[in-house]
């Protein structure tokens, strides 16, 4: 136990440890942004759809139920923390995931959320 600076720690070496290890705030800031965007059902829904191939607006608004324009405010979101991005053929732009992480991201957390569902936590 350490007393320094009137704060108790019972294992000062695991303290030191996992605070040397924490990352640069800055990139604690983008790791938050990241996990704020996937918290809307409807970006989720789109990066499902994604997931399949790539899709215009559009096709992207009427797969999901959901209007073009709200397609397009949550793809703003999307790409702005690089989960999807975007690729124009003449007037159209076609829309996918960045790249394999991002179905990776759903697939292992869909997974952890059904193990608990399941009894096996």
Known sequence: MDKSNNVLVFHQDDVDHAAESL????ELNDLGEFFKVLTD???????????????????????????????????????????????????IIYYSLDDDHVNSIVKFAREHLGEHEHGNA
Not at 23 to 26: I, N, R, S
């Open 23 to 26: 990352p640069p705030q800055e």
């Open 41 to 91: 059902p409807t970006r989720l829904k789109i990066l499902y759809a994604l997931g399949l191939g790539e899709l215009c607006v559009f096709d992207l608004s009427v797969t999901i139920g959901a209007s073009v324009s709200s397609v397009s405010h949550h793809l703003a979101g999307l790409k702005r923390v690089r989960l999807v991005k975007a690729r124009r053929d003449g007037r």
